[in-house]
């Protein structure tokens, strides 16, 4: 793909998103209740979804106060697979691409296990080399999880961001999130 094609590509990923945004995914009000009421989520992927995942998890932190992750897919049959409780909320972001026989067996695995589990999908349509999809897909899977948090906010009662309250206001310093006084390096030739 030359960079015109990417272009169009990622402009398409885009609208998919906008059109996500609109409507509420199905079953996303009982999951979000059922992450509320044991606080903790695990999102799940692979590649390019890895990094959904992260962002995911860090939306379900910041939104609504949960114990949440990222995890690898594999890493999840190492790991998380062990854990409690057995209906663990788990959510796996997904483009359809290289990883997707695994994807599958974790899916299998997870719903054998009691895990509470939700899958978002992106195949992208016909058309899409498979590189473009899995380095697109994040453009368009944080849009379920995003809802998902702002859902088990308000679920929960909890003010997003904690209302920047707690050592997050200028009052107070800033906080943790705002530099001011720690030691900045501004070449690598400082380290």
């Not at 999951?31 to 995942?53: C, D, T």
């Not at 067996?105 to 016909?126: D, K, L, P, T």
């Not at 897909?137 to 088990?152: E, H, N, Q, S, Y």
Request: overall charge positive; charged content about 25%; aromatic content about 8%.
């Amino acid at each position: 793909m030359n960079a015109a094609q990417v272009r169009a590509k990622a402009r398409m990923a885009m609208k998919k998103r906008e059109e996500g945004i609109e409507q509420e995914p199905a079953g996303l009000e009982s999951f979000a209740a059922h992450a509320a009421e044991q606080r903790l989520v695990v999102f799940l992927g692979s590649g390019a979804s890895h990094g959904a995942a992260r962002f995911a998890a860090a939306k379900a932190i910041e939104a609504a106060g949960l114990a949440a992750w990222a995890q690898d897919v594999e890493e999840w049959a190492h790991l998380e697979y062990f854990c409690e409780p057995p209906s663990m909320a788990t959510w796996l972001l997904s483009c359809q691409g290289r990883s997707s026989s695994r994807e599958a067996e974790v899916i299998a695995a997870a719903e054998r296990i009691g895990r509470r589990i939700r899958v978002s999908q992106w195949a992208a349509g016909a058309g899409w080399p498979q590189m473009a999809r899995e380095s697109l897909c994040p453009l368009v899977l944080w849009v379920g999880p995003a809802l998902f948090a702002a859902r088990a906010a308000e679920i929960l009662g909890e003010a997003p961001f904690r209302g920047f309250s707690g050592g997050r206001e200028r009052a107070e310093g800033g906080g943790a999130s705002r530099i001011r006084t720690s030691q900045r390096y501004r070449s690598a030739t400082e380290l």
